[in-house]
T-cell receptor, first 112, second 115 residues
Framework: QQQVKQSPQSLIVQKGGISIINCAYENTAFDYFPWYQQFPGKGPALLIAIRPDVSEKKEGRFTISFNKSAKQFSLHIMDSQPGDSATYFCAAHHPGANNLFFGTGTRLTVIP | GAVVSQHPSWVICKSGTSVKIECRSLDFQATTMFWYRQFPKQSLMLMATSNEGSKATYEQGVEKDKFLINHASLTLSTLTVTSAHPEDSSFYIC???????????FGPGTRLTVL
């Protein structure tokens, strides 16, 4: 059973556009929601993270929107650049298990 | 800060041999380290969690006798793939977590190819 559902599976955006990736979860025990960026052949790199007591967090061109009642969160990449082309994973942390549950990933392609 | 290294970055070995992968936290003490496996174009699959000085906790379906994990210090964890077979070929990634935060920082990964 997939604990964190991520969509879309792939996304193509024009340079300068906004990339939006969505995730949903069911377990209300999750207490921390990071997003990771992964380039081919590399390990995931922490991009931005949010806790459920905050509805939005912005770091540069990256914004997380968090809707606690809907159990959904999303990553917005403003002014998308070709260098943003990568696979993005959302995740949710379970405090009891101290595990991260990952989404299935979104392959983002930003075309010039 | 929060840099995690892995060694080697890639390894090719013959079937039946054992391979050791090292994971180090370079600028912080990692009370907990995690080992993941990733197949092409797929998400990360948690294999095991290790706490310094304790036995690793393996996820369901992961053979603990095949994937030996040692977390001997607060900066080093090792994964040994014993008697490797072609089906063990994969991308292995470790992550490290300090005791202060629940953030996991990932290493660059190790590509294992078993011939």
């Amino acid at each position: 059973q997939q604990q964190v559902k991520q969509s879309p599976q792939s996304l193509i955006v024009q340079k300068g556009g906004i990339s939006i990736i969505n995730c949903a979860y069911e377990n209300t025990a999750f207490d921390y929601f990071p997003w990771y960026q992964q380039f081919p052949g590399k390990g995931p790199a922490l991009l931005i993270a949010i806790r459920p007591d905050v509805s939005e967090k912005k770091e540069g061109r990256f914004t997380i929107s968090f809707n606690k009642s809907a159990k959904q969160f999303s990553l917005h990449i403003m002014d998308s650049q070709p260098g943003d082309s990568a696979t993005y994973f959302c995740a949710a942390h379970h405090p009891g298990a101290n595990n991260l549950f990952f989404g299935t990933g979104t392959r983002l392609t930003v075309i010039p | 800060g929060a840099v995690v290294s892995q060694h080697p970055s890639w390894v090719i070995c013959k079937s039946g041999t054992s391979v050791k992968i090292e994971c180090r936290s370079l600028d912080f003490q990692a009370t907990t380290m995690f080992w993941y496996r990733q197949f092409p174009k797929q998400s990360l699959m948690l294999m095991a969690t290790s706490n310094e000085g304790s036995k690793a906790t393996y996820e369901q379906g992961v053979e603990k006798d095949k994937f030996l994990i040692n977390h001997a210090s607060l900066t080093l964890s090792t994964l040994t793939v014993t008697s490797a077979h072609p089906e063990d070929s994969s991308f292995y990634i470790c992550s490290a977590q300090s005791g202060i935060t629940d953030t996991q920082y990932f290493g660059p990964g190790t590509r294992l190819t078993v011939l």
